[in-house]
DNA sequence: TCAAATATGTTATATTATAACAAACGTTAT
DNA sequence: ATAACGTTTGTTATAATATAACATATTTGA
């Protein structure tokens, strides 16, 4: 069994520009930036995207089709992930409150349904913007 | 000021076979469904889209890039939404629980940002997947 | 050291979504 | 009525996002 505890190249190389970034970054945009050190093909950058989400190290923010590094130390699997986005700037955080995680973690499904994983986005305008 | 009471010719159609779809339904798969009524580009497809999401009268499965309709009769404007999504099988149950709602809408970011809006998916397996 | 699993490189293609422009339609005010 | 306005439609082209498929290389561990 695989534990991959370490990182292979490309995924070194993908997570460090996620994680060096001011906001969420687009795999193409990843791409575009990573081409001087040798990675050409797309398939490159969502395989090493795949990995690192499932490592927890990274998430994707669904509504922006975009990669965030993950801040909090909680959510190691991304089985209970929230986030806040500015729908002026783009800004994307992480939140982790324990209360909100515990309590969406224990929500069940009338129906039966037993949750193994939710997302949550929050939408605002982020104080910064508000000033403008 | 249109305040569009009425649907359009193409937002009907559209409309109309999201409602009648047992689960969600991509673009693209709309597109192929209606070309028998004349709409042949993915371009009237995205317009009718984007103004039924405004109307509240569909939502976005954001994780699935497709589209359901609304079942409730509480998010109007989608400000408020939350959907359970079986990884197994791909069915999306909207729900609609007042008190998640209300404390989900209650809820405040600690940076002092004021949110106007939220989605949350719920992942697991349904009932009848688990039975297979 | 050999087999299995994981990661890489590469080309091609599929899927999802928007840009841009012209024409038709539906209101409403004059 | 008709001009003016906003909205909807039709259409062609293209951009942006993501996966398929296959060959090779590297790491891991029995
Ligand atoms: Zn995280
Ligand atoms: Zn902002
Ligand atoms: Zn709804
Ligand atoms: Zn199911």
Redesign the interface.
Known sequence: MARAQTLSRNQQIVLDIIQKAKGPLKAYSILFNVQKKGIKAPQQIYRALDKLIGMGKIHKI??KNAFVACRSSDCEISKATAF?I??SCEMV?E?S?TK?SK??SG?N???????????????????KCKKD
Chains 1, 2 share one sequence.
């Open positions: 669904e509504s806040s500015c729908e955080d939140i409150d909100l309590y969406l929500f499904h009338k129906k039966g349904m037993k949750f193994k994983r939710f997302n949550l986005e929050f939408f605002g305008i982020c104080k």
